[in-house]
């Protein structure tokens, strides 16, 4: 008995563990994709004029902000020093604004001495694109007024200045060193998961099945004469005349036939819907078997009939329980479940078995 049991827990813990498997196998491949997307983008980091090109995917680490030359309803134009001795324009969101702000007041107060580094920095991703007329005009602006290349000349700003503009559209991103090491964790997580699930799980699943023979001085043979001869649901509920044997959640239960107290078929049916239109409906058919402790062993069935069959059958087995739903007992079942037990008890005591 505790040999089929165990097979049968293991079985269970398989199943659970292929689909953690395929759950991190399918989150791996979207951090491989992510990975390879970000890889494909240029790095704002290393780009120097040259690669400049209008549409242009990049990525990098945003530490030095110049100043900011405009704004408009849902962001901040800014300017941010780019390859060797150059500048663009770089503009981001509102919602992005703060980590902008504070980096530009950074790199204001290193431009003057009164901090000796730039610790702070934002990983961005964006496009960058070729500034439109009435944003070159007031990028431009602002190095002439400034005179912070030394002169302003727009020979001496076109130079320097170059007429791009680098769109950030997220900040909330991990590096790509971040997102192999990510990936790594989980891999790892997941097979020490996996190694947990494979083999503690099953050696320890007949722990309560052995404690309840154990407790109630059972003969343990009975027991397995009980469990070998019951009626087997699903594969993995068994009812037998004096026991009912039953998992949940990586343990293998027993209890005592008088612990059934309702038998009942329930159906459930789901309506799925799309953007806010009804598309199709599901229908699931369960058995519930609501036992002493007013937990439900729940057994899913193919149609009302093959409900009908397995509440038939439950019902000869443990004739003194209460059959079918109705109203009456649902109200029972939910005001005074202790009058319900008693019910039964004296029903199976009066012989109704």
Known sequence: MYKKLRKQMTTTVVVITVMCLMLIIGMALSISGEIFTEINRKNINSMDKYDLVNGIDARGRINAILDYFGTDDEGYFYIIPFGEDQYIGMYVYDDMDTNAYEIMEDTYDYLIDERDSLDRYMHTTGTIYRMEDICEEYYQSWFIESEYLGGNSIDLIEKYALSYLYVVDSTN???????????????VGTTIIMIF?????????????????????????????????????????VFGRKYVFYPTAFKNRIVANSDVIWIYKHLQVTEHSVYGVKTHTTTDHSVFVKLRSGKCIVI??????????????????YSFAFAGWSQELQSLSKKNYPELIRVVDQRRINGQV
């Open 197 to 237: 699930l494979m083999i503690l799980i099953p050696s320890t699943s007949n722990g309560k099945v052995k404690k309840y023979i154990t407790n109630n001085g059972l003969s343990l043979e009975a027991v397995e004469s009980d469990y070998m001869n019951g009626l087997r649901l699903n594969g993995k509920y």
């Open 173 to 187: 991103v991990l590096p790509i060193s971040g997102r192999l090491i990510l990936m790594s964790a989980l891999i």
């Open 300 to 317: 899913n069935s193919k149609s009302d009939s093959h409900s009908d069959d397995i509440v038939m059958a439950l019902s000869k087995l």
